[in-house]
């Protein structure tokens, strides 16, 4: 399955972005973002089971950042509000090959769409 992220951009500290994930195809599978800052290494950000009823965050983006899905259209969401410059990255859109996130797996990676906070 290929990702397509969009979405991300430049945005003052405590605005809000939404990004946008895209499947190729219909899929039956958990997704969610991970994401990678300058210097640092590539983290979990959240990730959103194939039916939605299960959701994981990050402790550093809990109550400021939520997942979605559109199964309809095969994408997942990620809106985040309350920026801060720390949560300047690419962020990556992610798939495992199971519908659940227990033990969740970034098998499958999109493109990185790049964010922006400024202070």
């Known amino acids: 399955v290929q990702l397509q992220a969009s979405g991300g951009g430049v945005v003052q500290a405590g605005g809000s972005l939404r990004l946008s994930c895209a499947a190729s195809?219909?899929?039956?599978?958990?997704m969610g973002w991970f994401r990678q800052s300058p210097g640092k290494e590539r983290e979990f950000v959240s990730a959103?089971?194939?039916?939605?009823?299960?959701?994981a965050y990050a402790d550093s983006v809990k109550g400021r950042f939520t997942i979605s899905r559109d199964n309809a259209l095969n994408t997942v969401y990620l809106q985040m509000n309350s920026l801060k410059p720390e949560d300047t990255a690419v962020y990556y859109c992610?798939?495992?090959?199971?519908?659940?996130?227990?033990?969740?797996?970034?098998?499958?990676w999109g493109q990185g769409t790049l964010v922006t906070v400024s202070s």
């Open positions: 992610v798939a495992d090959k199971d519908a659940g996130i227990v033990n969740f797996r970034a098998v499958y």
């Open positions: 195809r219909r899929t039956f599978i958990s």
């Open positions: 959103i089971s194939w039916t939605g009823g299960s959701i």
